[in-house]
């Protein structure tokens, strides 16, 4: 799987990024072209979030190389962070703001020109014009996500970077938001998706599985299932960390 280095949304080599002298993030390479949504797993505490901030210019790594979009992760993160939708683990919303209130308060943020329209533009997109005056408190947690995601989109990303954006969503939720991020792959956007839900990796159209730092299988999951020996993907990242574990725990 070779691109031209312009297809690549995602293109970075062997980041690393220590906390108080411990490696959280270990060398970590990963490429995703452009307009394909790439999931991101591992256990808890394997580095996943820290590497999305060092993707998106958040953080900056103290070893490695790369680029997103194009632009180089550490000389050009303003230019980075202006391109990229960030939903964090823990995204804040107004709960007694309405739906359209809480994405024109965010375009004022990021001081978009044509404000109405692009706010207009997301509720659209995600299906939420019909509830746009409902306060954001009232809204159920699959509600609550989608608004989460109108919000990233408001500027109108290339790449987006959803940090567990389905994290305690009901099942059906989950699937409807997912239906969601394969319209905006088709339409060209790039998604680095975290989650540890199987039928959401499922859904990718390749995988990042990561712990202790370290990338330790990447790729389509029936060949990560397949190079790993295992029944199914669950089973391959069991036994993926039981090595790791006897390896560099
Ligand atoms: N700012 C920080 N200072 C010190 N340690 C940190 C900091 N941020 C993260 N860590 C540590 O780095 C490691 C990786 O954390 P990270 O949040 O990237 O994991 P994760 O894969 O996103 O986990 P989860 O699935 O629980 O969200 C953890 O051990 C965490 O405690
Ligand atoms: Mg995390």
């Known amino acids: 799987m070779s691109a031209p280095a312009a297809d690549w949304a995602i293109d970075v080599h062997e980041l690393t990024k220590r906390f108080g002298g411990r490696v959280v993030v270990d060398r970590v390479s990963l490429r995703v072209a ?12 394997s580095g996943k979030t820290t590497t999305i901030r060092l993707l998106c210019g958040l953080l900056t790594p103290d070893a490695g190389r790369g680029t997103c979009l194009g632009l ?13 939708g960030y939903m964090t683990q823990r995204f804040g919303l107004y709960e007694d703001l309405s739906i359209r209130q809480n994405l024109d308060f965010i375009a004022r943020l990021f001081e978009l ?9 997301a509720l659209r997109r995600l299906g939420l014009v019909e509830r746009q005056q409902q306060l954001a408190g009232t ?6 996500q989608r608004l989460a995601l109108a919000a990233c989109l408001l500027h109108q990303p290339r790449l987006l970077l959803l940090d567990e954006p389905t994290a305690g969503v009901d099942p059906k939720a989950r699937r409807d938001f997912w239906d969601q991020l394969h319209q905006l792959a088709e339409d060209g956007m790039t998604v680095l998706v975290s989650t540890h839900y199987m039928d959401e990796a499922q859904r990718c159209h390749e995988l ?3 712990a202790y730092g370290r990338v330790l299988a990447q790729g389509h999951a029936e060949r990560i299932v397949a190079e790993a020996g295992a029944r199914d993907l669950e089973d391959a990242f069991v036994r ?9 725990a």
């Open 34 to 45: 452009r307009g394909r949504i790439c999931g991101f797993l591992g256990p808890n505490g």
């Open 113 to 121: 020109p044509g404000r109405r329209a692009a706010v207009d533009h």
């Open 72 to 84: 180089d992760i550490t000389a050009r993160a303003p230019e980075i962070k202006r391109q990229v």
């Open 208 to 210: 990042v599985y990561i």
């Open 240 to 248: 993926l960390v039981g090595r790791a574990q006897d390896n560099f």
């Open 139 to 144: 809204l159920s947690g699959g509600w609550k």
